[in-house]
């Protein structure tokens, strides 16, 4: 069973961290691009960041950019996000999604994952 597990959300106050993890069961993350989504309270789910199979690529929404790194260890199968310096508009429920591609492909279109995770949620408040 095909299957991708989030983890390591939490409460965190404003200017803290918190390092998410993505792992994978049911198949191997060598070949596939990896995102980051999220989804804020009452609004549409967006990407946060992407990285392509070997790590060559990486993409992060404008947002995020010089806060948040993503990472992975495919001996792991697991797949990291690192968010630093965060502000309550980072509070939402955070997914990871899978799509087998080529390497060097790292996409926050959402409509291109085939597999998606079942989210955890990151609050951050004082």
């Known amino acids: 069973q095909v299957q991708l597990v989030e983890s390591g959300g939490g409460l965190v106050q404003p200017g803290g961290s918190l390092r998410l993890s993505c792992a994978a069961s049911?198949?191997?993350?060598?070949?596939?691009?990896i995102g980051w989504f999220r989804q804020p309270p009452g609004k549409e789910r967006e990407g946060v960041s992407s990285i392509s199979s070997s790590a060559l690529m990486t993409k992060y929404a404008d947002s995020v950019k010089g806060r948040f790194t993503i990472s992975r260890n495919n001996t792991k199968n697991t797949v990291f996000l690192q968010m630093n310096n965060l502000k309550p508009e980072d509070s939402a429920v955070y997914y990871c999604a899978a799509v087998p591609s080529a390497d060097a492909i790292a996409t926050l279109q959402e409509w291109v994952y085939d597999y998606w995770g079942q989210g955890t949620q990151v609050t951050v408040s004082s």
């Open positions: 049911g198949f191997t993350l060598d070949h596939y691009t």
